[in-house]
């Protein structure tokens, strides 16, 4: 449930709101805006009555959520969600780009990777090192010596860090060097993994699953947002249809559509989403039109001997050459890149 106080409510008639809410089970998530405070109910129980929170002194309005996510809800902070790193803000109204490649293969290869990306203007640089391949024999990526690498880059040119985390036992290994967290589509799903998640204290970033619907990611979100992380930020990368030519097909729909129902901000990944080099720089272009957060690329030196996802890695030219592009389509929906 929600419950929205008064402009005017005074801090006693919050709490006491608040202590009801706890008296009757629920976990309370506080959130205060530029004029209301809203009171986020989590759990607690089913059948209370909303006419008995109406009536507290201080209380706007109440709202019994029909969705099983209420945290990740757009009327749980309806202003949006701006995640803060250092001087970079990703929901606002700057479109960050994080770009590099799919793994982390060499000092050489990340380094001249870190080069490309802060020359075009992307302020995060991505690499894996814990690797979730479709095959077991394929390159399993670096683990800690590869985050060591992505680290360095990054710090030499005054970017942030983004990698994958694919078990929780892996969370610890990756808090010293990444500054965001990744979540793979793969482990969309891996509710153990999620709450470890909601008790760290670092963004995150929860890609689609290749078969969930919208309220699936927003349900995991969940997941993170009640454990106490609110820092989430999810991810189109394209989901698993009938059509081949494409690896997936990338949904530039869920990106408005999550943008009304969730507060959180939305990231687009056009490598992953159609598979293809030459698809990639069009529907990063749609996805900043269509109102994305941030986009995550997968850029490479030399693409076409890349260790993973070569296919769909831009190289240094056409990543340059995209940015270019997306400049002015951000300046035509009112936004910078
Ligand atoms: C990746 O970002 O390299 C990756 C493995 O992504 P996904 O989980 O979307 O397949
Ligand atoms: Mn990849």
């Known amino acids: 449930m929600l419950?929205?106080?008064?402009?005017?409510?005074?801090?006693?008639?919050?709490?006491?709101?608040?202590?009801?809410?706890?008296?009757?089970?629920?976990?309370v998530h506080r959130s205060t805006g530029a004029h209301h405070t809203v009171l986020g109910g989590v759990g607690g129980r089913a059948?209370?009555?909303?006419?008995?929170?109406?009536?507290?002194?201080?209380?706007?309005?109440?709202?019994?959520?029909?969705?099983?996510?209420?945290?990740?809800?757009?009327?749980?902070?309806?202003?949006?969600?701006?995640?803060?790193?250092?001087?970079?803000?990703?929901?606002?109204?700057?479109?960050?780009?994080?770009?590099?490649?799919?793994?982390?293969?060499?000092?050489?290869?990340?380094?001249?990777?870190?080069?490309?990306?802060?020359?075009?203007?992307?302020r995060v640089i991505r690499g894996g090192a814990f690797?979730?391949?479709?095959?077991?024999?394929?390159?399993?990526?670096?683990?800690?010596?590869?985050?060591?690498?992505?680290?360095?880059?990054?710090?030499?040119?005054?970017?942030?860090?983004?990698?994958?985390?694919m078990d929780a036992t892996q969370i610890p290994v990756m808090l010293p060097y990444a500054d965001i967290l990744q979540i793979g589509a793969r482990n969309m799903q891996n509710y153990n993994l999620l709450r470890e998640l909601g008790k760290i204290r670092?963004?995150?970033?929860?890609?689609?699953?290749?078969?969930?619907?919208?309220?699936e990611l927003l349900l995991s979100a969940e997941y993170i947002l009640s454990g106490g992380n609110y820092d989430v930020m999810l991810c189109e990368?394209?989901?698993?249809?009938?059509?081949?030519?494409t690896r997936n097909t990338f949904d530039v729909s869920a990106i408005p559509v999550v943008k009304k129902l969730s507060h959180l901000p939305m990231?687009?990944?056009?490598?992953?989403?159609?598979?293809?080099?030459?698809?990639?720089?069009p529907m990063a272009r749609a996805a900043v039109a269509a109102g994305a957060d941030g986009l995550l690329m997968e850029v490479h030196h030399d693409p076409d001997h890349a260790l993973s996802d070569g296919a769909q890695s831009l190289s240094g030219p056409q990543y340059m050459e995209l940015m270019k592009q997306l400049r002015l389509i951000a300046a035509a929906v009112g936004r910078t890149i």
């Open 267 to 281: 990231i687009g990944d056009p490598s992953h989403g159609t598979g293809r080099r030459d698809q990639v720089p």
């Open 131 to 165: 690797k979730p391949r479709s095959s077991p024999y394929s390159f399993q990526g670096m683990g800690e010596e590869g985050l060591q690498l992505l680290r360095a880059a990054a710090d030499r040119r005054g970017l942030l860090v983004i990698s994958e985390v």
């Open 3 to 27: 419950v929205v106080m008064q402009e005017s409510a005074s801090p006693e008639q919050i709490q006491r709101v608040m202590d009801r809410l706890i008296q009757d089970g629920f976990d």
């Open 47 to 122: 059948d209370f009555d909303v006419a008995v929170f109406e009536v507290y002194e201080g209380v706007k309005e109440v709202h019994r959520i029909g969705s099983a996510y209420k945290l990740a809800s757009r009327g749980f902070r309806p202003q949006g969600t701006v995640v803060r790193i250092g001087d970079v803000e990703i929901g606002g109204n700057h479109v960050v780009v994080m770009a590099g490649p799919c793994s982390v293969e060499s000092r050489d290869q990340i380094e001249r990777a870190a080069d490309i990306v802060a020359d075009g203007g992307a």
């Open 237 to 245: 990368r394209g989901i698993r249809t009938f059509e081949t030519y």
């Open 202 to 215: 670092k963004p995150v970033l929860l890609k689609r699953g290749l078969s969930a619907t919208i309220e």
